[in-house]
Structure formats: C-alpha cells, structure tokens
C-alpha cells in the first residue's frame, strides 16, 4: 500500500486548509485511515482516523475544528483544518492499515502503512 498525501502550505492564523491522501496498491481490507503530525523537536502524535465503518475519532486538541473524511470509491481520506492557529504547525503524516482492534487506534504502531508527510505552516 503506498500512500501520497497533499495539500499542506502555509496559512494565516484562522484560516483553513484540506489535507488529502490517496491510497494505492494492494488497498484491499484497509480498514482504518488516520492522520498524523509531529513539530520540531516533539513526538509524532495522533491527530485524527476513521475506520471502515465510517466512526471518527480526533485528539482532544483538534476536535470540534479538524474533520477527517474518506471516499471508499476513490480510496482516499481527507483531513479538513479549521480555525487553526500555530501550534498546528507540523508535518503532517497520512496513515493506514488492515486492523480491525480498536484499542490502538491512536497509537502509530496500529498503522502499517505510512505517506512521506506534508507540511503545515500557520503564522501568527
């Protein structure tokens, strides 16, 4: 499975941007898609993921401004950022994989499959 994310750049405080991944190859019995990021000098922390059945599930830092989507028909997942502000700024890393366990749905090692990051740039 590999995976091409996009839509990263620079952003004033506030502002918006959609991030998007696609998935390709062997995408048979994905079941779960999640976004990552990790800033400078920090860990790679969990940001948001939606599993097959369509449930979501966002760090307590972007809920209720970041929504993640996906289109099964065009193997895709998206990552819509509202209202952000400069400690979103990060790379941003799209992941996937074929587990159905719930319990490490938040945890990188619950994600086999990783895209090479976009990075997100909010100023002040």
């Known amino acids: 499975v590999q995976l091409q994310a996009s839509g990263g750049g620079l952003v004033q405080a506030g502002g918006s941007l959609r991030l998007s991944c696609a998935a390709s190859?062997?995408?048979?019995?994905?079941?779960?898609m999640g976004w990552y990021r990790q800033a400078p000098g920090k860990e790679r922390e969990f940001v948001s993921a939606?599993?097959?059945?369509?449930?979501?599930y966002y760090a307590d830092s972007v809920k209720g401004r970041f929504t993640i989507s996906r289109d099964r028909s065009k193997n895709t997942v998206s990552l819509q950022m509202n209202i952000l502000s400069p400690v979103d700024t990060a790379v941003y890393y799209c992941?996937?994989?074929?587990?159905?366990?719930?319990?490490?749905?938040?945890?990188?090692?619950?994600?086999?499959?990783w895209g090479q990051g976009t990075q997100v740039t909010v100023s002040s």
């Open positions: 992941a996937a994989d074929r587990s159905l366990i719930l319990s490490n749905i938040r945890n990188p090692a619950g994600y086999n499959y």
């Open positions: 939606i599993r097959y059945n369509g449930h979501t």
């Open positions: 190859g062997n995408v048979a019995g994905i079941f779960r």
